[in-house]
């Protein structure tokens, strides 16, 4: 039965992409058939070939689709009412969360994993997911230049800056070890520590 709002054609394809990613990120790319997609989703083969191209596309699309989600994390946060120590707080609970997630660990893996072998997928993974990332930080980070509350260095490398502090560790960790990812408790303080550190530095006098 076709979703609401869809048409029956775009239900099946979004209920592919849904088998689809659900699998790849279980088992990764090798270990998952077009069949067994199908077996899941219900159909018959052609409707992979016709919506997608075939399994590369279709892993394609499933990484794209979950960088997405990543980009997405606090767009719907609105910053400009928000103090700047705030609204980076802000930002970095709701970027980490979806970083940090079971899924968003599962696919970064999968994507290097593939790198080799689908480059232009791990171009597009890099392009819509990290840096994609980065562009409405910049953009808030220029608006503060621009008010005078930041310095002038360049806001997409203050951005990255800023992300890679928030959580490259603990995404290396949980990548490397399995590690389980960072309860709410200890993800406020990554956050608190990144926010303090990019705003007051290291070396200054403690905030009064």
């Not at 700047?84 to 609970?93: D, N």
Request: with cysteine.
């Amino acid at each position: 039965m076709a979703r609401i709002g869809l048409s029956r054609s775009d239900a099946k394809r979004a209920e592919l992409l849904k088998i689809a990613t659900e699998l790849f990120l279980a088992k990764g790319y090798d270990a998952i058939s077009v069949d067994s997609i199908v077996a899941r989703a219900g159909g018959t083969k052609t409707n992979v070939y016709k919506h997608f191209g075939g399994k590369a596309e279709l892993f394609a699309a499933v990484v794209e689709a979950l960088c997405q989600q990543l980009v997405h994390a606090f767009a719907g946060v609105d910053l400009d009412q928000l103090e700047p120590e705030e609204a980076l707080r802000q930002i970095g609970r709701h970027y980490l969360s979806a970083l940090l997630a079971t899924r968003s660990v599962r696919l970064h893996r999968m994507v290097v994993a593939e790198s080799v072998r689908f480059p232009a997928v791990s171009r597009r993974w890099f392009k819509a997911g990290p840096e994609g990332a980065r562009d409405p930080i910049a953009a808030y980070f220029l608006k503060l230049q621009k008010a005078g509350k930041l310095r002038g260095i360049a806001p997409r490398r203050l951005a990255g800056l800023f992300l890679d502090m928030l959580g490259q560790e603990q995404m290396q960790r949980q990548l490397a070890t399995g590690a389980a990812a960072p309860t709410t408790r200890e993800l406020n303080k990554l956050v608190d520590d990144a926010v303090g550190v990019f705003l007051h530095g290291a070396l200054g006098t403690k905030k009064k």
